[in-house]
């Protein structure tokens, strides 16, 4: 089995920080995203599963329509598996209704001056993201002992905590440890693997203009995140 830990938002200077010696296996570094205008989530992970940059094709639909954006299989490099387990990727096997609440809670947050208000809703926001974290973690450490020969397995929590949690460092350091526990579980050769990095914006977090890779097999040097479907049927 191949796995591929994709992490919404990995930033490389806190998984340094962090010392999450799992995340970095033996190589690991940026990837170079400097091709897109606009490092959008569903833009870069779009073009990592098909190979091909997709932000024109993407940004064209609207920020709230591209989440509806759905690729087959066949335009995937998923394809050249026999039995391949995607979980939750944007673009791909997302769930839609998880994204929507978020965005509607992050909406709320901005349009209040309320102090007491912001506080409530930036805990409803974090208590959806971990709730949605803690699904996720199951079915991909159950999808592990699983008969497959790809597993993908998309943690958007580092994101969706950092654009309103960002300046809490205990609570980015606690989400961090758990993406490295994670990646502890990962016993086979595996890629860990992010979209974009996040950058401090006051408190908040913004995306940054590089992701994460890391391999405990090779060194991929600086890759775009276009490569990633030749380098993994690669390792078929």
């Excluded at 579980?185 to 974009?196: A, G, T, Y």
Aim: aromatic residues 14%; negative net charge; glycine residues 6%.
């Amino acid at each position: 089995m191949i796995v591929i830990l994709a992490i919404d938002a990995l930033e490389y200077t806190l998984v340094e920080k962090y010392q999450c010696e799992n995340l970095k296996q033996k190589y690991y570094g940026k990837t170079d995203i400097s091709e897109f205008s606009e490092p959008r989530t569903m833009v870069l992970w779009s073009s990592f599963m098909t190979g091909e940059n997709k932000e024109k094709e993407i940004l064209k639909l609207g920020d709230k329509e591209m989440w509806n954006a759905r690729f087959d299989i066949k335009e995937t490099f998923f394809y050249n598996f026999q039995s391949p387990k995607i979980i939750d990727l944007p673009g791909f096997s997302y769930d839609k209704k998880i994204h929507e609440e978020e965005r509607e809670l992050l909406k709320a947050y901005f349009s209040t001056d309320s102090t007491e208000e912001k506080n409530k809703i930036r805990n409803d926001y974090n208590a959806h993201a971990f709730s949605h974290h803690r699904e996720i973690k199951n079915q991909f450490l159950d999808a592990m002992k699983g008969d497959h020969d790809f597993l993908l397995g998309y943690f958007s929590i580092a994101d969706v905590i950092g654009h309103l949690n960002f300046g809490n460092s205990l609570m980015m350091k606690m989400i961090y440890k758990d993406l490295d526990e994670i990646a502890k579980e990962i016993k086979q050769n595996h890629i860990v693997l992010s979209d974009h990095g996040m950058k401090a914006i006051g408190q908040f977090g913004d995306h940054s203009e590089y992701g994460f890779w890391s391999t405990s097999f090779k060194d991929l040097n600086n890759p775009k995140i276009t490569d990633f479907s030749k380098i993994i049927v690669g390792m078929m």
